[in-house]
């Protein structure tokens, strides 16, 4: 009877693992550790750190980066032209002693920002499971894990959380479904049905991403067709956009834009897919 009452427990435990999409191992070897240039990756941090319960810090390069855009713009392009890296400060806590790690860090050329770069070449993350948070104007969280598991080969890179700087206020409340939904944390969330299957563009699913898009700095493309899916909290569209690269190419990109259900709430565009 004993042994009958121990299979079904490891049955049970097996099936309650397998249900868990990605998840981490139950541990409180968790570290958040980020670079924030001008503190808006640093509020995503110390709130993931809050819901986690975890260690937390901070990245920081020895010659600091300005905070003005352009200026970091420059200053990057010129360690991009020759292959150099920021340097950066000692850290305080021992990488070695987590084994699960949150990184966390701003978007920039459609990657993540030089400290990080420096980070992975001059750390060991052998066997550390990895799991990317990131700030961006428009986007850049599916190409900035793509090139963490090109530069962290033996680390194991998980899915990612990403928000836009202009909803960075949004951040809390995304976390928790995140971490839940992924695995990462106890709890449980509202299921959301999938997109719908794209569909040509209504004038009114344009003037809804007009709404969202138009006061972007850049242009962002024409949307041709348009999926959609109903939450209790919002209305979401997945559009996919014709537009033009920075070689004046044709391209592709995916835009998500959601309108909450709260009245008089306004579109809102969510992030770019490139």
Do not use: H
């Amino acid at each position: 009877m004993k042994k009958l009452l121990l299979s079904l427990a490891v049955v049970t435990g097996l099936t309650t693992a397998c249900t868990q999409q990605k998840a981490v191992e139950k541990t409180n070897r968790l570290l958040v550790l980020y670079y924030s240039e001008n503190g808006t990756t640093k509020a995503v941090a110390e709130e993931l750190q809050k819901q986690l319960d975890a260690d937390i810090e901070a990245i920081e390069a020895v010659e600091p980066y300005s905070g003005d855009f352009q200026a970091t713009i420059e200053r990057c392009n010129k360690e991009r032209e020759s292959g150099q890296t920021p340097a950066l400060k000692a850290l305080q806590l021992n990488i070695a002693d987590y084994d699960t790690i949150y990184l966390g860090y701003p978007i920039w050329f459609g990657t993540y920002a030089m400290p990080i770069a420096t980070l992975v070449k001059e750390q060991d993350f052998e066997g550390k499971t990895i799991i990317p948070f990131c700030t961006f104007g428009s986007g850049g969280l599916n190409t900035s894990t793509a090139n963490l598991e090109k530069a962290l080969p033996k680390a194991k890179i998980l899915k990612g959380y990403g928000v836009r700087t202009a909803r960075v206020a949004s951040a809390a409340k995304e976390l928790n479904r995140f971490l839940i939904e992924n695995g990462y944390m106890e709890g449980s969330v509202e299921s959301w049905p999938e997109y719908s299957a794209q569909q040509p563009v209504t004038e009114e699913e344009k003037a809804i991403f007009d709404a969202a898009c138009s006061d972007y700095q850049f242009p962002l493309g024409t949307p041709e067709t348009v999926g959609k899916r109903e939450t209790s909290e919002s209305t979401d569209y997945q559009f996919t956009v014709k537009g033009k690269g920075m070689n004046g190419e044709e391209t592709t990109s995916t835009i998500f834009v959601t309108v909450a259900k709260e009245e008089g709430a306004k579109p809102e565009f969510t992030e770019v897919v490139r």
